[in-house]
Nanobody, 122 residues
Framework: QVQLVESGGGLVQAGGSLRLSCAAS????????MGWFRRAPGKEREFVAAISWSGGSTYYADSVKGRFSISRDNAKNTVYLQMNSLKPEDTAVYYC???????????????WGQGTQVTVSS
C-alpha cells in the first residue's frame, strides 16, 4: 500500500514557474514508477510525465516537453514536477500516481493522490 500526498500547487501568472511535490508513504516507494497526470475543467485526466523507479528514464506529454521536468528523490520518498513557462492551458488539478510500469496510461497506475490545483492566469 502506498499513500500519496501532493503539494505545491497555486496561482501563478503565465510564464511563471511552480514545483509540485508528491510525498509517498511506505518503504517500497523506490520500487515504483511514478507519474503525474492532470485534469482540466471539462476534460479527462491526461498524462503529463512519468519517471522510472531509478529515475533513469523519463517520459513527457508533447504539450509539456521542454517546459516540465520530473524527478525523484528515493531517500525522501518524494517525486517532483518542475513546471516552467506555464501557460493558461496548464490550468488543472495535478495528480501523482504510483505503479509498476513507467507508463502513459492511467490504467497502469495503482495508487493515486488527491490532487493539487494549479491555476495559470493570463
Amino acid at each position: 500500500q502506498v499513500q500519496l500526498v501532493e503539494s505545491g500547487g497555486g496561482l501563478v501568472q503565465a510564464g511563471g514557474s511552480l514545483r509540485l511535490s508528491c510525498a509517498a508513504s511506505g518503504r517500497t516507494f523506490s520500487s515504483y514508477a511514478m507519474g503525474w497526470f492532470r485534469r482540466a475543467p471539462g476534460k479527462e485526466r491526461e498524462f503529463v510525465a512519468a519517471i522510472s523507479w531509478s529515475g533513469g528514464s523519463t517520459y513527457y506529454a508533447d504539450s509539456v516537453k521542454g517546459r516540465f521536468s520530473i524527478s525523484r528523490d528515493n531517500a525522501k520518498n518524494t517525486v517532483y514536477l518542475q513546471m516552467n513557462s506555464l501557460k493558461p492551458e496548464d490550468t488543472a488539478v495535478y495528480y501523482c500516481a504510483a505503479g509498476w510500469a513507467t507508463a502513459r496510461l492511467r490504467a497502469e497506475y495503482d495508487y493515486w493522490g488527491q490532487g493539487t490545483q494549479v491555476t495559470v492566469s493570463s
